[in-house]
């Protein structure tokens, strides 16, 4: 399995901007599609972006179209998620995870959340007003 670390979380005022990164070691980056869920406070965990192994197939959860932007660099084995026009409802841990779709690179949905094997620890957001 694929170990995952995130960083790059942090404090930003409402309006800003924030990047951050999943980096991942052990077996091929590239078998993975990648996601990024996120936990509120006091709610469940929510999916919010995923990405086939090329890049070719990205998806988003609706409250966050258009203002974040998931990327991965297979050759620096790390995922991103670049995060503008952050509101406060965005305040969260943001947690990377893994699933295995071998090379498969055209996606019509994203992996169900108990489709990936491998989570990272989780980096915190807080978008302040």
């Known amino acids: 399995q694929v170990q995952l670390v995130e960083s790059g979380g942090g404090k930003v005022k409402a309006g800003g901007s924030l990047r951050l990164s999943c980096s991942a070691s052990?077996?091929?980056?590239?078998?993975?599609?990648m996601g990024w869920f996120r936990r509120r406070p006091g709610e469940e965990r929510e999916f919010v972006a995923a990405?086939?192994?090329?890049?070719?197939?990205?998806f988003y959860a609706d409250s966050v179209k258009g203002r974040f932007t998931i990327s991965r660099h297979n050759a620096k084995n790390t995922l991103y998620l670049q995060m503008n026009s952050l509101k406060p409802g965005d305040t969260a841990g943001y947690y990377c995870?893994?699933?295995?779709?071998?090379?498969?690179?055209?996606?019509?949905?994203?992996?169900?959340?108990?489709?990936?094997?491998?989570w990272g620890q989780g980096a915190w957001v807080t978008v302040s007003s």
């Open positions: 052990g077996e091929d980056f590239s078998n993975y599609t």
């Open positions: 990405i086939s192994w090329g890049g070719r197939s990205t």
């Open positions: 995870a893994a699933s295995r779709t071998l090379r498969v690179d055209l996606l019509l949905d994203p992996p169900p959340e108990g489709r990936y094997s491998s």
